[in-house]
């Protein structure tokens, strides 16, 4: 992995700033990630990032941090945090904007445990494919102290295979209609695709319950995407 999404950060953190990370999916076109947005403040967040940030409590790990936003708000507010990221240049930002606890690390390598997880900006992304679901999910509820939570949200992105007339063109043959090829590039160069899974609520819901998890829908968003707590 070259990382680009971590030397992206960095230049934004070191004032280097000069355009914005490209992605893209094997079905959709060419969309700008603008590096401010990966910078909020809770007062920029989407709802949906607002309410888990309302319900983390106790020690909390942060999945994905990023620039470390989320982390920073809820240290703020005195939670005991751990932040992971598999990216070393959103390791580094996010040591550098002051969290306190944040480590270089794959989720499937944490073997802390906590009372809150939260995995937010599609959280179930890292699940890779509908295959690998029930594993992640199995050491994510390892991972959980008595009575703790795991805070995702989702999309399900069934409305970007409509046709103009309101029909779906999901090949019923093919893989998930969820699981995508994600494409991202920075400054002329670009990264290695990876597997990126959105996981509709019904079939998020099934996973949890077939590792003994209740998988419980807090709100939905503004653009087909939904949080829930799962415990």
Known sequence: MKDLFGKALLDFFNKN????????TNISGEDVLPLPYLFRRYSEMPKLEQKAL???????????????????????????VKAID??????????????NHVELK???NETGTFDTILLLMNGTG???DLLQVSAYLKHLKSLLNPYGQLLIDSSDIQYMYEDDDGGLWIDTNANYYGELDYFLSY????EDPMKWLYLDFERLQLACDAVGLHCE????GEHFDYLVKVY
């Open 106 to 108: 794959d989720i499937l």
């Open 126 to 128: 890292i699940f890779q």
């Open 17 to 24: 700033y000069t355009e914005d990370l490209i992605t893209s």
């Open 217 to 220: 829908k807090v709100m939905d």
């Open 54 to 80: 309302q319900l983390a409590q106790g020690r909390v790990l942060d999945v994905g941090c990023g620039s470390g936003s989320h982390s920073l708000y809820l240290q703020d507010k005195g939670l005991d």
């Open 187 to 190: 400054k002329g160069e670009n």
């Open 86 to 99: 598999i990216s070393e240049g959103a390791v580094n930002v996010a040591k550098l904007r002051g969290v």
